[in-house]
């Protein structure tokens, strides 16, 4: 499965941006979408998820600021990213999970700036 993130972007402390991911490929129907996200010398930590029955979960530093939402029709999975903060700025993955097959997306940059 290949994995074509887009959205990124500059913007204010307090601002909004709307990330994408659209899959392509062999795509089971079964599947979990999420986004990660990576700040510079720190680890890549689980953002949001979703399921393919729309269940979502949220890292507590998102909750009530960031909704995780899926197409299945489109095969594309998007983060609204509200309430912006600094914390915020790092490189945005999409990932891929359905049975042993696990893939990521190439990455966006969201930097918030104070």
């Known amino acids: 499965v290949q994995l074509q993130a887009s959205g990124g972007g500059l913007v204010q402390a307090g601002g909004s941006l709307k990330l994408s991911c659209a899959a392509s490929g062999n795509i089971f129907s079964t599947n979990v979408m999420a986004w990660y996200r990576q700040a510079p010398g720190a680890e890549r930590d689980m953002v949001a998820a979703i399921n393919g029955d729309n269940v979502a979960t949220y890292a507590d530093s998102v909750k009530g600021r960031f909704t995780i939402s899926r197409d299945n029709a489109k095969n594309t999975v998007y983060l609204q990213m509200n309430s912006l903060k600094p914390e915020d700025t790092a490189v945005y993955y999409c990932?891929?999970?359905?049975?042993?097959?696990?893939?990521w997306g190439q990455g966006t940059q969201v930097t918030v700036s104070s």
């Open positions: 990932h891929y999970l359905a049975f042993s097959s696990a893939s």
